[in-house]
């Protein structure tokens, strides 16, 4: 009999028994792949750091340079292991021509570096992890320009500033430990020494990398604090190894995390699947369940028939699932391999999918179990007389039909139904939800990453040109230049000069550490501040989120900080996000000390119809060497690989969360139908017609799925923005606000869910009969 019933059960729910083992074995793949992804990532930074021999905490310096100094430091430090100071030729970008249509990278937001090979540490390597050689006359390029500008091997590069001109020939490229991922404004060209040499002493800027390895990187932190108070060459911002890391890992980062997120959502509503699906079976075979009870077969013995269907199931799934994962995670880890490279095989990389996918595997099983609990509440002679399980009682709360008189009798059944058995709906409900946040979640993540007021996240004002001003000699008198005719040029709207400067201030161990302080006016061109806000008094500062986090100083805390030999105590007003700069940076409002000065910025908002584009050759041309940057270009060079990345799983989420509504609305309708049967038959009976019927299991599914949509929507603004902020305060953007397309969140893809559960419910419930009661009695 249980064999029978087991056979029975295969031939009548063969789609749903197909549908449900896709679905666990999509939940495996997707958890294997991204559990794989966070592996790999791991270990292949963890070799590209190992081979790169990459510094623990580096000074980037520009001006005047006095090694001398450098050596003396780090030859008393108890802490140094080696160091070394790597000079590099920064290039104007109008001189460079990487792109075989002749245009040069004058619109780049990038810094481009001409460096020789280390030879002590941080060495750069080609696309086999190996240190980068090449011979005269040859350039390696970084791994960013083989993506952004097909920059391809054979292909010429040519340097021409009108007095110096060179061209080299592509020989490979370069996987950068420090300035690898395209977040990090900086990239390194690699010549040969001779080469090097002859263009260091005609054309671009000198700037230094003053490296450090450290004997114990646990007290990393108390060598920042000595190499500052020291008062070390600091023109320039400070990185150190765990920032490194955090920055090439984000975009293939942030991609696992929101597979492994989709994975666990699809996870639950498999489980979700296969309790529809279990509930479904037992109320067809109730009648069944209790003649096997009568006659004395033990309930334990019947429990197990079914969980060794399901679990079969499951098992098989998550085989299928997990060696499927091995065929599709080329296609996600193809952007890592090529700026990381391919992690080496071991026993963890193997072993941690496995365990995931047998892990999604053991909680389908485990549901199973709990579900099939139900069995050991099931009377013998309750079942025969009812012949259903009897869960579905009114509540009594549900509204009379008498009372509604504007409403169609079908509709106002149907919304009855749903707050008369709302137990019954709350798993649907459930499985609406997560469909809706598995929807929204990317969908709003891939529009804040477009958005221009990303920027505000990455410490960059929100203005339609950026004027930037690296250190030099004579950047103070171009800097009044610049001002001056933006003052003049009545096609400008408003700008706002900010400049940065190094400041000492006391720690909390009363040590004198150095700080890059931002100084201007902080109103005109505002940020998003993650706690309080802008500075606008003399003795108020504001601190960014790594900064903020590293002092340990929080909104109304003091800072003593030391300005033109006066010590001055600080509010602190703010907290803001910021990844530029190394992610540490601050803003005050303090005198103008030119002589202190690191760099210049200035935000520039034009007057409406003036062409972006244009403005900005003419003030590149004009303010050269200064770099001016159009932010629609700065963000789609920065983060076009991400946003690339966010589309295809954006595109993948949607596609996902609508066959799961679809799928899960068929599997709860059939139950539905299957315990209405009795209902169904009453209605027609009594002169309801077919339509009438599938109108009311209509407006169920929709009535459902709009409060799942509702409810989806908040959780996704709220638990999903908190992920995607916690996810990013790694390199510095902590609290992040979802940008939200209203017309797309809250019209476009709530009506693409409700046209597909509303033709799923009228196929579902086309197998409806014209039953009578009297047939029913006698069927």
Same mark, same amino acid.
């Not at 990487?98 to 080609?126: C, I, P």
């Not at 500052?228 to 023109?235: D, E, L, N, V, Y």
């Given at each position: ?80 292991? #080696? ?17 075989? #249509? ?109 490296? $450090? ?71 067809? #075979? ?26 079969? =199931?499951? /098992? ?9 994962? &091995? ?32 892990? /999604? ?44 008189? &504007? ?14 058995? $709302?137990?019954?709906?709350?798993? =649907? ?62 096609? /400008?709207?408003? $700008? ?25 006016? $902080? ?143 068929? %599997?709860? %309708? ?72 209203? /017309? ?36």
């Amino acid at each position: 009999m249980l064999i029978q019933m087991l056979r029975r059960d295969f031939r009548r729910k063969k789609s749903i028994s197909i549908a449900l083992f896709i679905f666990i074995s999509i939940s495996a793949l997707l958890v294997a792949s991204g559990s794989n992804m966070l592996m790999e990532l791991t270990q292949s930074l963890n070799a590209l750091f190992k081979q790169s021999k990459a510094p623990h905490f580096v000074q980037m310096h520009a001006g005047e340079l006095n090694e001398a100094e450098v050596q003396k430091f780090a030859s008393a430090h108890d802490l140094v292991e #080696d160091y070394q100071v790597a000079a590099m030729v920064n290039v104007d970008g109008s001189h460079l021509y990487l792109k075989q #249509d002749g245009e040069s990278e004058e619109q780049s937001v990038m810094d481009h570096y001409f460096v020789m090979q280390n030879e002590s540490f941080d060495l750069l390597l080609d696309t086999g992890n190996k240190p980068v050689r090449v011979e005269r006359g040859e350039i390696a390029v970084p791994v960013y320009y083989k993506q952004q500008s097909n920059v391809s091997i054979g292909d010429t590069i040519k340097l021409s500033d009108g007095a110096f001109e060179r061209e080299w020939t592509v020989a490979g490229y370069v996987r950068d430990a420090q300035m690898n991922a395209s977040i990090v404004h900086s990239k390194r060209f690699v010549l040969h020494p001779s080469d090097w040499a002859a263009l260091s002493q005609r054309t671009g800027e000198m700037e230094y990398l003053i490296e $450090f390895r450290l004997k114990d990187q646990g007290m990393l932190q108390q060598f920042r604090s000595d190499y500052q108070a020291a008062s070390m060459p600091s023109k320039g911002p400070s990185v150190d190894e765990s920032l490194f890391k955090a920055l090439n890992a984000l975009t293939d980062g942030i991609l696992a995390a929101v597979i492994i997120l989709v994975s666990l959502l699809l996870s639950l509503v498999a489980i979700l699947c296969l309790r529809y699906t279990l509930i479904a079976a037992m109320e067809e #075979d109730y009648r069944e369940i209790g003649i096997m009870k009568a006659i004395g077969i033990r309930p334990k013995t019947i429990k197990n028939m079914y969980l060794l269907k399901y679990s079969a =199931l499951a /098992v098989l799934a998550a085989i299928i699932g997990y060696a499927a994962s &091995w065929g599709v995670n080329a296609l996600f880890t193809s952007n890592m391999e090529l700026y990381l490279g391919s992690a080496p095989r071991s026993l963890p990389l193997l072993a941690v999918p496995l365990i995931a996918s047998a892990l /999604v595997c053991a909680i389908v099983i485990g549901c199973c179990k709990l579900t099939l609990r139900a069995f050991d509440r099931v009377s013998a002679v309750e079942a025969l007389r009812a012949g259903t399980l009897g869960e579905a009682r009114s509540s009594g709360k549900a509204p009379a039909l008498h009372r509604s008189r &504007w409403m169609p009798v079908p509709v106002f059944l149907g919304m009855r139904d749903v707050l008369s058995r $709302f137990k019954m709906y709350r798993l =649907l409900l459930v499985v609406f939800i997560i469909s809706t946040c598995i929807m929204i979640v990317p969908v709003n993540l891939l529009n804040t990453f477009k958005s221009p007021s990303f920027n505000t996240y990455m410490g960059i004002e929100r203005s339609d040109l950026r004027i930037d001003m690296q250190y030099s000699e004579q950047v103070t008198e171009e800097f009044m230049r610049v001002s001056q005719t933006l003052t003049n040029d009545a096609d /400008v709207e408003r $700008f706002s000069p900010i400049f940065a400067s190094a400041f000492q201030y006391v720690n909390s161990d009363g040590a004198m550490e150095e700080m890059a302080v931002e100084t201007g006016d $902080f109103s005109l061109f505002p940020l998003e501040y993650a706690q309080g806000r802008a500075p606008v008094e003399e003795n108020e500062i504001a601190l960014s989120y790594l900064n903020g986090k590293d002092m340990g100083k929080k909104v109304g805390d003091r800072i003593r900080l030391h300005v033109d030999g006066t010590e001055k105590e600080m509010t602190v007003t703010g907290i803001y996000q910021d990844v530029t700069n190394g992610g540490r940076t601050a803003k005050a409002v303090l005198p103008f000390l030119p002589d202190q000065v690191i760099r210049y910025e200035v935000s520039v908002d034009l007057k409406e119809g003036v062409p972006v584009r244009d403005k900005m050759e003419q003030y590149a041309k004009s303010f050269y060497p200064a770099k001016v940057t159009d932010l629609e270009g700065y963000l789609s060079q920065t983060l076009g690989n991400t946003i690339h990345q966010l589309r295809l799983l954006t595109a993948v989420a949607v596609i996902v969360a609508i066959l799961i509504a679809i799928l899960i609305t068929a %599997l709860f %309708l059939q139950m539905a139908v299957a315990k209405d049967a009795a209902q169904i038959a009453i209605m027609r009976s009594i002169g309801f017609s077919l339509p009438a019927i599938r109108i009311q299991y209509v407006t169920r599914a929709l009535l459902v799925l709009g409060i799942g949509i509702l409810f989806g929507t908040i959780v996704s603004n709220t638990a999903g923005q908190s992920l995607a902020g916690l996810i990013l305060s790694f390199i510095g953007a902590s609290s992040i606000k979802f940008v939200i397309n209203p /017309v797309q969140a809250y019209a476009g893809l709530p009506l693409v869910l409700m046209a597909a559960v509303a033709v799923t419910t009228l196929l579902s419930i086309a197998s409806i009969k014209k039953t009578t009661i009297t047939e029913w009695n006698a069927g």
